[in-house]
T-cell receptor, first 112, second 117 residues
Framework: SQQGEEDPQALSIQEGENATMNCSYK?????LQWYRQNSGRGLVHLIL?????REKHSGRLRVTLDTSKKSSSLLITASRAADTASYFCATVRSSNTGKLIFGQGTTLQVKP | GAVVSQHPSRVICKSGTSVKIECRSL??????MFWYRQFPKQSLMLMAT?????????EQGVEKDKFLINHASLTLSTLTVTSAHPEDSSFYIC?????????????FGEGSRLTVL
């Protein structure tokens, strides 16, 4: 079963604007990961944040994690048309297995 | 980064036939591989966890006799959709976890789109 919800389900912005996507989950986790998927393609790992971390940065990406609220957010700054894709959060409950449970995803469209 | 290859990328078959999808880790050994299914405009649903040399662990609601998984080596796992029906049409994606110290990241294949006529 799916771990949680993401919102918004769809987001449309202009190039240069920031995009924020939120993810909520239901159980305790070892870490939370964000992935990107271009239409009809496989997934690309973006960033991993562990349960004892609160914020992480990678280039134009900023991820936060609030374990008390069981939520995470992904911020993409200065968006580009090439950022158009679906973004999924995924949680790992146990470090022993690597089993990922995905959220529903946010479809981002960045207009040039 | 590590590379995971899936084959075929697209397959069309007639109802009642069986289809095999391969997932290979090209530059690392994968103790564990995962198989996901994704319907259009939906998220990935975990189907099963495949461990090298042992039986796969299936998620609730996934028929193990319908979706046969074999993980015969540290670089190859196969998913066979047996007696495929139109409702099995979907995008199937595998991912692999490196053997040894687990870094947390999974490496995904490009997916295999199955269309059952």
């Amino acid at each position: 079963s799916q771990q949680g919800e993401e919102d918004p389900q769809a987001l449309s912005i202009q190039e240069g604007e920031n995009a924020t996507m939120n993810c909520s989950y239901k159980t305790s986790i070892n870490n939370l990961q964000w992935y990107r998927q271009n239409s009809g393609r496989g997934l690309v790992h973006l960033i991993l944040i562990r349960s004892n971390e609160r914020e992480k940065h990678s280039g134009r990406l900023r991820v936060t994690l609030d374990t008390s609220k069981k939520s995470s957010s992904l911020l993409i700054t200065a968006s580009r048309a090439a950022d158009t894709a679906s973004y999924f959060c995924a949680t790992v409950r146990s470090s022993n297995t690597g089993k990922l449970i995905f959220g529903q995803g946010t479809t981002l469209q960045v207009k040039p | 980064g590590a590379v995971v290859s899936q084959h075929p990328s697209r397959v069309i078959c007639k109802s009642g036939t069986s289809v095999k999808i391969e997932c290979r880790s090209l530059d690392f050994q994968a103790t564990t591989m995962f198989w996901y299914r994704q319907f259009p405009k939906q998220s990935l649903m975990l189907m099963a966890t495949s461990n090298e040399g042992s039986k796969a662990t299936y998620e609730q609601g996934v028929e193990k006799d319908k979706f046969l998984i074999n993980h015969a080596s540290l670089t190859l796992s196969t998913l066979t959709v047996t007696s495929a029906h139109p409702e099995d049409s979907s995008f199937y994606i595998c991912s692999a976890s490196r053997q040894g110290a687990w870094t947390g990241e999974l490496f995904f294949g490009e997916g295999s789109r199955l269309t059952v006529l």
